[in-house]
């Protein structure tokens, strides 16, 4: 996933806190990524990258101020990158592998939670989010005489991007140029920023729109003109500066580009010159989960969606729960808070978001680690529950709202800890969202069907039976479980269906390269299935 976020000083001449605006940039793309973030900082002529390991020993956010505080130079621009691994990726100390990336590099000091990287003179610097599912294909038919068999293997789609980009540099072609051939062959969601040393800049987004991308600029008229212009994943990091939904927030749109040329003070926002058809296929797993509740997705509120998921998932309820005051609602933080909310509301029940709520001082995402210990670790510090509501919640009939459901580690923590600290009489679990049933192929650290816990339940993931929801709901310590389905959850978000990317509930993948990985896993786990002599999907 990750996310971008940009700051360009455009007239060279302003007189705001671009430290401070980078600060409050980062902090509001950190939902995307929490592990290392990535600075690029352009002074005069000189390109430095920063890049910081979030560390329990240090306020990572108090130290970044201090490294850009101690810059004696003008900033012109700073590029950021949150960062957590998607597909190839590796954790831990493979630094490396965090952007921004620099074209021509070498590493000039590095401590346990900064590495600084001099990028060369008349250098690039670049940052992206997504995942381009074709990128050893790439590196394979145009750089294999490059990278040895064994390298070309686990090769990173960063370091594939920074080889297409290098080569269109070494071609002498401006930045919007080299973002044109870029889109013209990766397969895949990426959101990227090219900018060279002279203030030459090109944002640009894939022909899919599989992530949010948005941006503001400030203006203010007087003698020598300030102009800054701000780029974020999360919209509501920009509403944060003190822009506004409407007018001054815009969104870049599918197979768009923005532009600027410092020589001819030209800033254009226009469609890219692409080779393949524009198809849009927006992620709805940023509704369900990703997203800021306060930022906007495809003109729309993300708290609004989750709210209306909420209220369509509680009609499945009505001639159950409704206006049953035994019957409490508890929803999941940070992202089930709306939907658990009209839930409630819907069915005239009592809600209880104060039961679980994340410790302030512990703010990772357990869905983006990998591994199920380091998850298990990150959930026993991560939840905080409520003694004071101990009485009330004795004996009641609770239902649990959670965003979805992908391997099933938090919810199966959760409803054991609801178990032993509240000591309801049922616990029923309510997801507004479909049954994920395969990987995400653009930039979710998923990779294998069998890491889902659908795969372990349900002989047809898109159709199980009563009797296989009720062996989830006993796995999970729960007396039901259901989930929104795919048609009422299109309806709910209001947004057409094929303009939406479901390939993770549906086995719609929207690109070719997708669909070709498909079909190669879902060989794969059929055959394990057969040798198992499980039923086939």
Known sequence: ???????????????????????????????????????????????????????????????????????????????????????????????????????????????????????LASGHSFAFNGNIANAKDIALENYSKQYSPDVLETLLDTRVLQTMILDGVSQGKDTSQVSVDVHNQIDGACNMILMDDNGSFTLSKDRWWFRPLSYAEHVVE?????????????????????????????????????????????????????????????????????????????????????????????????????????????PIPESSQDSGQWYANELCLKLFNTAITKNPEFDKRSFLWANREERLKILKKKYLFNPSLKPLLKWKKMVIVDDSIVRGTTLEFLVQEIQEFYEPSEIHIRIPSPQIIWPCYYAINLKHPWELVTRKYFDNPKQPTHEELDILAKHFGSESIRYLAVDEMMSALRVASDDMCTWCVTWDYPTKKGQEIFQIQLHELEAELKASHSTPI
């Open 222 to 330: 007087w003698e020598n003109e300030e102009r800054l212009l701000y780029f974020s994943s999360e919209s509501s990091a920009l509403f944060d500066l003190g822009f506004d939904y409407g007018e001054q927030i815009k969104r870049v749109n599918t197979g768009e580009e923005v532009k600027f040329n410092p020589q001819s003070w030209n800033l254009i926002h226009g469609l890219m010159d692409l080779d393949t058809p524009i198809q849009k296929s927006r992620c709805f797993f940023e509704t369900v989960y990703f997203s800021d509740r306060r930022s906007q997705l495809f003109g729309q509120m993300s708290s609004a969606q989750r709210s209306r998921l909420g209220q369509r998932l509680a009609q499945y309820d009505h001639n159950i729960f409704k206006n049953d005051k035994d019957v409490v609602v508890l």
């Open 1 to 119: 996933m990750c996310g971008i976020f940009w700051v360009f000083d455009l007239g060279r001449n302003s007189n705001r806190d671009l430290i401070d605006d980078t600060l409050k940039l980062l902090h509001g793309n950190k939902n995307r990524g929490q592990e290392w973030y990535g600075l690029s900082v352009l002074t005069e002529g000189k390109i430095t990258t920063y890049k910081f390991r979030e560390s329990s020993e240090i306020d990572i956010f108090e130290e970044i101020s201090k490294v850009l505080g101690d810059i004696n130079e003008k900033i012109f621009w700073i590029i950021g990158h949150a960062w957590y691994p998607t597909s190839g990726s590796k954790w831990g100390d493979d630094y490396d592998s965090i952007q921004p990336y620099g074209l021509d590099t070498w590493y000039e000091e590095e401590q346990s939670w900064l590495i600084k990287v001099r990028v």
